[in-house]
């Protein structure tokens, strides 16, 4: 357990430092949300229409592209050999770096959603839906995304092979948490069942990502 | 004879050296057979002459998935088994199932097209087989980024069996997206029990497609050998020079 509790400290401490680059995912997803009324027009009855879609959509690339530096720093200095090789379960290890990073690179984009909320119109309620349906999503995009970045790292290629390969498995968690803002703003539907399915996707991804992600470094490191 | 039995690439090749030609007469045999009863079927009281569309797209569709099927179980050969044609047999498929996948959205926009109006509606069905689409050419994305094939093979069986669990999720979550925002679908593909004069033909052409499938794919996993084959030549041919 302290094994594990270190290594969540260790990462969450290299992520914010100097050269972590944790914090650029938020800043890219500020620059996201800026971009989208210059494409769409600075009409804000539409941007409210839209804007927790757009949220969700600079939240899911804005955590696609930190997910690059989950095993590749410890790649490249030899650490994730290290831990590959250690007493503690691969899996455990793998779903606690999935932990650092979501804690370092997910839960600021949460954060971050009541600012952005007020650029693209949204009101008080409207905001703390879209923050609590991205708190209950991130997870998801992470752990589902390890998959994918355990991959490059095997195969040392990264970058859009990454995106092509995660993109399409978290349809389901944008559908959701999409629907579920969407339920708590306009809609007739209850906001209660998009949301529970939401979460029990997060719960599944937690159970998935870690063996997917420990048996391809397994496999593929050499 | 076992599934052991194959794991010699060369056993392999003298065995469906023998089987290929009887399998692709069969196939050719029952394609022809499915073509003429789906061309003598009757036309639809609705639909026209166009319902004749479904004799080629039911079986490329149900291929779509089948494919994706094959190459799980050949992903879990690569994995546990470590048997030394699954990831042959894995790679041979991607580019075969993405071939089908893709003739079951072209003939299904042709189809949608006078039926519904449109090429494309974001229609529950479509909107997953196009995302099967996508996965198929993420897959052999993934098998083209890799020179080393065994590398590849394990990185592309963890995806293989990743998708084959998050297909059904993402089915599910499409269905559920499209009844949210449509809440009266007009859009209905025929009736639910098909006429046995439409029931035998389409029977009949996805037998033949699916043996379509498996002349193509042992053939492909023949190119496939013979291409490592040919790579480990090259290799050593150009280990020679350099000693």
Known sequence: MTALAALIRRDIRIALRVGGGALIGVLFFLTVTVLMPFAIGPDLALLTRLGPAILWLGALLASLLTLDRLFMADHEDGSLDLIVMGRTPLELACAAKALAHWLAAGLPLVVATPVLGLLLNLDAAATSAVALTLLAGTPALTFTGMIGAALAVTLHRGGLLLAVLVLPLSIPVLIFGVAASQAAITGPLAFGTPFSILCALSLASLVIGPFAAAASLRHGLD | ?243
Do not use: C
């Open chain 2, 1 to 243: 004879m076992t599934l052991i039995d194959l794991a010699n690439p060369t056993r392999f090749l003298s065995l469906t050296a023998r089987v290929l030609p009887w399998l692709a007469g069969a196939t050719t045999m029952l394609l022809l057979v499915g073509l003429y009863q789906s061309a003598m079927a009757p036309d639809d009281y609705q639909q026209g002459a166009t319902v004749k569309i479904m004799f080629v797209h039911v079986p490329n569709a149900w291929l779509s998935m089948f494919v994706w099927g094959v190459m799980s179980l050949a992903a879990l050969g690569t994995l546990v088994w470590r048997h030394p044609l699954a990831d042959v047999a894995a790679k041979a498929a991607a580019p075969i199932g993405a071939a089908f996948t893709f003739l079951a959205l072209v003939t299904g926009s042709l189809w949608g097209r006078p039926m519904w109006g449109t090429y494309w509606e974001w229609d529950a069905r479509l909107t997953s087989v196009l995302i099967l689409f996508l996965m198929y050419l993420g897959l052999i994305a993934l098998w083209r980024a890799v020179e080393d094939p065994s590398r590849a093979a394990r990185a592309a069986a963890i995806l293989t069996l990743v998708g084959a669990i998050n297909l059904p999720i993402i089915k599910f979550s499409v269905d559920w997206w499209n009844t949210l925002h449509q809440p009266a679908s007009v859009l209905r593909m025929g009736g639910p029990s098909l006429d046995r004069a439409f029931l035998i033909p389409l029977l009949v052409m996805a037998i033949g497609f699916s043996l379509l499938f498996v002349t193509l794919h042992l053939a492909a996993m023949r190119n496939e050998i013979l291409r490592r084959r040919v790579r480990s030549l090259q290799m050593m041919q150009a280990s020679r020079q350099a000693a």
